[in-house]
C-alpha cells in the first residue's frame, strides 16, 4: 500500500510541474491592459503552479521571492508544504527574523531558511528581492529611443522594449493612455513578444492606430508588483506631422550673450539645418568670424557659413535637438532664424560630412523660423573721472552688461579715439559678477597713443568699450585708434576727464629754525601727486652738497624724517626738494642728469667735498633742473640753521611751598630722538625732584611741570639736561601764601601799619588766654564767666538752687 501510495503522489507532483512549466510559456494580449514575458524557470524547483493568469506562486528551494508578493506556497526538498513565517532570515541585523505572507513591499532583502540561521537537511532557502524595471524604451521603426520624444505617424510600427528583474514570479503588462487620461491600450498595442525567459518582454505598437497627441506609456507586473521600480513610465508624443519646429530660449536677448535654440518634432536621429542670412552680421564681420556665431555645442554637427548664411547642422537626439548662438556678431536688431526639414532622399541638402549645399539649401522651404531682438550692451566707467593728476595712481573700475568679457581704455581729445594702455596690457578682463577693475593704474605709463595723450593737461573723453568691438579688424588685439564711428558703434560709453600738471608742496622739519648738529639729520614732508620719487639736496655755505632720494606714497604725500646732514658745515644751509615735473626728466632731456638716481649721484659726486661756494652750487643745481631750457620740474626751497645743539631755560613760576613748579624753556634738538630731564637740586646738589619731556613743537618751546608738595621752602637749583648740553638756574621756594576771608563789621575802619615779611614770620603767637583777658565787654561778662550772663546773676542763681533743695530736704 505504501510504494502504491508513493507512486501515486510522484505521478500527480510529476503532473503539476509539467502543467507549470507549460503555463510560464504563455502571453495574454487584450483586455485592459497586454501582458508580455515569460514565467521563468528560476522557480524550477516549485511543485506546483498557477502559471497561466501570467503569475508562478510555487516556490521551491533556492528560489527567489520578491517585496510584496501574496499568495505564495513554499514547498521543501522533501515535498512537503512550508509556511511562510517557518523562514526566517539568516543573517544580517534582522537574523531569525519570519518571512511572513504576503511579503511587506519593505521586507528585508537576503536570505531566508526554514532552519533560521543554522540551515540543516530537508530544508528550504530562498532569496528575498526588490521587484524593479531596470529599463523603459520606445523606439522608432528605426530602432532610435524617442522616448519623451516625437514618434511620427509615418512609421508603420515602433516597439516598447522592457527589462525586469522578476521574470520568475509573474509577467509585465502595458498600458497606454492619452493626453487625456482615456486608455486606448487596445487600440495602440498590437502585439507581445516573449523574450527566452532573460527578463526581456517588447511590445509592438501601431502609432497610426491613434491620433495626434502625448501618450503616456506604463508597464508593471501582471498582479502584485506593480508598485515602487516594479512598475515604469514614459511619455511619447505621436505626430501626424512631418514639419520641425523651432523654439528659443528668449525673444530678446543682450548683445554678447549665448541665445539657446531647440529644434523639436521631428523623428530621432534627423539632421536640419538652422540658419541666419548675413543681414543680421555686425558691420564689418568676415566670413571667419561668422563661422562663430553658431556655437558647436549641444546636438550641433557642425557650422559655417554660405555666400550669404551663417549656418549649423543638429541632430535629433532624445527628442529634440539643443544648440546656441554667439550674438556677439549680430547686429542690435531684429533676428530671423530658419529651421529646415530633415535631411533625406527627397531633401539631400546636408553632405556626409554634415556640411550643408548651399545650393540645394537654397531650393528649399524652412520648416520653421523664429525671430528674436538683439538689444546693444551696456558698459560704463565709474572710476577715474573728473579731476587727474599727471603721473598719479588711479583705480580704473567699471560695470558691463552679460556677455562681455574683456574692456579696453580709449582717450579722445578732438579726433579718434586713442588706446591706452592699462598696467602694460592692452585690455582689462570681466569678473563673473560683470564688474571689471585695476588698482594703482598709472595712465600716463604706457605705450598707447592714448597714454602719450593723457600726460599733457587738458580735458579729455575718456572711454570704455568691449575689447570684441574694439577689434574691427579681427586680428585677435584692440585697434590702436578708432574713428568715432567705431566707437560708438561698439558697446561702450564715455565720460570726460580733467587732467592736471603735478604739484609741489612741501616743507623741512626744524625745531626754532635750527637743527642739532648732533642729531645729524633732517626731516622733510609734503605732497607731490602724480610723483614716484623726489630728490632733496641739502647746501652748505661753503659749497658742501648731501643729495637723497626719496619715495613719494600712493596718495601723492612723502614723509621722511631721518635725511643725513653727512659733513655739512655749522651755519646756514638751503634746503631744496626737487620734482621731475610732468615729463618724468630733469631739465632738457638727455642734456645732464635726467633721472633721480642720476641728480642725486650728479650733486654727490660734484660738490661732496665744498670745492665751490655754496651759491655756485645751487645754481648749477638750477640750472639743470628748472632752470634748464623748457623743463617743466618744480622745487620748494627753504633755508634753516645747522647748530650745535642747545636747550635752555627761559623761565620757572610757581615757586610756593606745596604748589607746581612750571618750568619752560627752548630748544634745537628732534623730540623723536632725545629727552630733556628737569631736576630740581637743593643747596647741597642733591636731586629733590626729576621729570621729563619728549614733545614739543617745531618752535622748540618745551615745558615740564614739578609738585611741590613735599618741598620745604628754601633755595633750589633747576637743572636741564638734553644729553648734549645743561642749563641751571637758581630758584627760591617760599612758603605757602594762605588767602584768609574775614567777615564784615560796623566798627569804623582803621588804619594799620604794614607789617613786613621778616616780621610777620617771626612774630610770637597770640595765646588764647591773653586774647581772652583783653576783650571788651560788649553787653555781657565774657571771658571767664559763664557765656551770657553776668557774674551776679550767676551767684544768685546758685543760691536760689541751694535754698529749693534745703527745702524739699
Known sequence: MTDTTNKLRAVFLTALMIGSVFAAGIAFTGGAAAQAGNIDDGRSNALTSDAPDGTNKTVGPNSTVYQGETDLVFVNENGNTETAESLSRTGGSSEGVPLGMPISEDQTTGTYDLNGPTGGTGGLQVTVAEPSISNLEVQNEGGADVSGGVLTTNSDTATVHVQYNYYNAESVEISVEDEDGLDVTNEIVSSSEVN????????????????SGDYTISVSGVDDLDFGDASQSTTVTISSSRTASLNLASDEIVQGENLQYTAENSPEGSVHAVTIEDSSFRNGVDDATAENIFRNVGDTLASGVT????????EIDGGNAVGSINTQYLEDASVDVELYPANSSTNDYIHSDNTVNATALAELEPDDDQ?????????????????????????????????????????????????????????IEVASDDTFEEEGVVLTQGAGDGNNLLSLPGTYRLGVISAEDADTDNSGTVDGEL????????????????????????????????????????????????????????????????????????????????????????????????????????????????????????IESNWASGSSSGEQVREQILANTVDDTASDDLIVTEEFRLASALTTIE?????????????????????????????????????????????????????????????????????????????????????????????????????????????????????????????EDTGGESGSGIPGFGMGIALIAVLGAALLALRQN
Open 483 to 602: 574713428n568715432t564711428s567705431a566707437f560708438n558703434g561698439g558697446v561702450s560709453s564715455v565720460s570726460s576727464i580733467t587732467v592736471t600738471d603735478t604739484e609741489l608742496n612741501g616743507s623741512f622739519t626744524t625745531y626754532n629754525g635750527q637743527v642739532a648738529i648732533e642729531d645729524g639729520e633732517v626731516g622733510v614732508e609734503g605732497t607731490a601727486p602724480g610723483k614716484d620719487n623726489l630728490v632733496v639736496a641739502l647746501v652748505d655755505q661753503r659749497g658742501n652738497a648731501v643729495a637723497h632720494v626719496i619715495s613719494v606714497d600712493n596718495d601723492g604725500t612723502f614723509d621722511d624724517d631721518s635725511l643725513s646732514l653727512g659733513d655739512l658745515n655749522e651755519g646756514s644751509v638751503s634746503a631744496h626738494i626737487l620734482s621731475s615735473g610732468r615729463d618724468g626728466v630733469f631739465g632738457e632731456d638727455g642734456a645732464g642728469p635726467n633721472t633721480e638716481s642720476e641728480l642725486e649721484t650728479y
Open 307 to 314: 555666400d550669404d548664411h551663417a549656418w549649423a547642422t543638429i
Open 371 to 427: 525671430s528674436f531682438d538683439v538689444t546693444q550692451g551696456t558698459v560704463s566707467l565709474d572710476s577715474p573721472t573728473g579731476a587727474y593728476v599727471v603721473g598719479s595712481e588711479a583705480v580704473v573700475n567699471g560695470t558691463v552688461s552679460a556677455g562681455v568679457d574683456e574692456v579696453a581704455i580709449y582717450a579722445r581729445s578732438n579726433n579718434n579715439f586713442q588706446h591706452v594702455e592699462i598696467d602694460g596690457d592692452n585690455t
Open 196 to 211: 527566452n525567459g532573460n527578463g526581456n518582454a517588447e511590445f509592438t505598437i501601431d502609432p497610426q492606430a491613434v491620433s
Open 651 to 775: 623761565s620757572v613760576s610757581g615757586v610756593e611751598s606745596g604748589g607746581t613748579l612750571t618750568v619752560e624753556g627752548q630748544t634745537n634738538r628732534q623730540p623723536d630722538d632725545n629727552t630733556i630731564t628737569v631736576e630740581l637740586l637743593d643747596s647741597d646738589g642733591d636731586s629733590v625732584m626729576l621729570t621729563s619731556t619728549e614733545e614739543w613743537g617745531m618752535n622748540g618751546q618745551w615745558s615740564v611741570e614739578m609738585s611741590l608738595a613735599d618741598v620745604e621752602p628754601g633755595e633750589y637749583t633747576v637743572e636741564s639736561d638734553d644729553g648734549e648740553t645743561i642749563d641751571r638756574q637758581d630758584v627760591e621756594i617760599v612758603e605757602e601764601v594762605e588767602e584768609t576771608t574775614q567777615e564784615p563789621t560796623t566798627q569804623e575802619p582803621t588804619t594799620q601799619e604794614p607789617t613786613t615779611t621778616e616780621e610777620s614770620t617771626t612774630a610770637a603767637p597770640t595765646t588764647t588766654e591773653e586774647s581772652a583777658g583783653t576783650t
